[in-house]
Nanobody, 113 residues
Framework: QVQLVESGGGSVQPGESLTLSCVAS????????MYWYRQTPKLDRELVAY???????IYTESSKGRFTISRDNAKNMLYLQMDNLQPEDAGVYYC???????WGRGTQVTVSA
């Protein structure tokens, strides 16, 4: 299975930005639809955005207009640019590629004044 390692989280103030990264092992990344999920203490993992192998990006209502998902298939990399972060965006962010991938450890995002 493809292993995933997330990075780029941190502690920011409302209105600031972060870019999350996810590196995938193996050579099947380029054919996978890749997802970003967020987990909070109150909720199970919720979908934030996903990107098809051709680069088509799909956002949820919570991420639309503020987040940008992208990928670099040559580098096996997935990204999530998050702008104008708000406290409700806080949580542990995971990338995922479906049953061909293993869940990583995630990266923590904290947003507070």
């Amino acid at each position: 299975q493809v292993q995933l390692v997330e990075s780029g989280g941190g502690s920011v103030q409302p209105g600031e930005s972060l870019t999350l990264s996810c590196v995938a092992s193996g050579d099947v990344f380029r054919i996978l639809t890749m997802y970003w999920y967020r987990q909070t203490p109150k909720l199970d993992r919720e979908l934030v955005a996903y990107i098809r192998r051709n680069g088509t990006a799909i956002y949820t209502e919570s991420s639309k207009g503020r987040f940008t998902i992208s990928r670099d298939n040559a580098k096996n990399m997935l990204y999530l640019q998050m702008d104008n972060l708000q406290p409700e965006d806080a949580g542990v962010y995971y990338c995922y590629g479906g049953t061909a991938t293993e869940w990583g450890r995630g990266t923590q995002v904290t947003v507070s004044a």
